[in-house]
């Protein structure tokens, strides 16, 4: 069944960790996205990608990194987390339409920074 | 820039009133506008588009472009309209990354 999926559903993890959030997609998108929601908060854009070896930066300053090198895996990696990290991560993808496109979400990742 | 502004953070209604979920943008365009809905235990997903026109589980929204606006309403609000509710712009012409306002939680009473 066409699809996206988050892996680890929760995580928490002491300071100073090297973590990987996985995201795949089998709805054949082009697009794919990084927002981090906090309670009562925008969601905000960490990253994004327009396909294969295609990735950029959000409006969110983030100290996380991604990489994209096939177009249904989009993984996000923080080098050494740190509490102000803990939030709940979404991903998202949306196929090529130009107008109007439709983003199909993650169940998330909630993340806890001891 | 573009921007999306929720005013509401949470709005709680009883069974059977209206509803309304305010909605407004910053933008010098034209934009696309979209509303993504959250219940409890699920995932964020779209409930309409304004370019559809459509009414989604009695639910409407028009765009407004002289007050900016995209207000959601439901004449009749069910119990299993209680969700958090996402206003949502993709600017054309730009990079079209979705921008999403702060949310607005709706509780609907018995």
């Known amino acids: 069944e066409a699809d996206i999926y988050q892996t680890p559903r929760y995580l928490v993890i002491g300071t100073g960790k090297k973590i990987t959030l996985e995201c795949s997609q089998t709805?054949?998108?082009?697009?794919m996205y990084w927002y981090q929601q906090d309670p009562g908060m925008e969601l905000h854009l960490i990253h994004y990608s327009y396909g294969v070896n295609s990735t950029e930066k959000g409006d969110l300053s983030s100290e996380s990194t991604v990489s994209r090198i096939r177009t249904e895996h989009f993984p996000l990696t923080l080098e050494s987390a740190r509490p102000s990290h803990t939030s709940q991560y979404l991903c998202a993808s949306s196929e090529s339409r130009g107008t109007n496109e439709k983003l199909f979400f993650g169940s998330g990742t909630q993340l806890s920074v001891l | 820039a573009q921007r999306v502004t929720q005013p509401e953070k949470l709005l709680s209604v009883f069974k059977g009133a209206p509803v309304e979920l305010k909605c407004n943008y910053s933008y010098s365009g034209s934009p696309e506008l979209f509303w993504y809905v959250q219940y409890s235990r699920q995932r964020l997903q779209l409930l309409l588009r304004?370019?559809s026109r459509e009414s989604i589980k009695g639910f409407t929204a028009d765009l407004n472009k002289g007050e900016t606006s995209f207000h959601l309403k439901k004449p009749f609000a069910q119990e299993e309209d209680s969700a958090m509710y996402y206003c949502?712009?993709?600017?054309?012409?730009?990079?079209?990354?979705?921008?999403f306002g702060r949310g607005t939680s709706l509780i609907v009473h018995p």
């Open positions: 304004h370019i």
């Open positions: 709805m054949g998108h082009d697009k």
């Open positions: 949502a712009l993709r600017a054309p012409g730009g990079s079209y990354i979705p921008t």
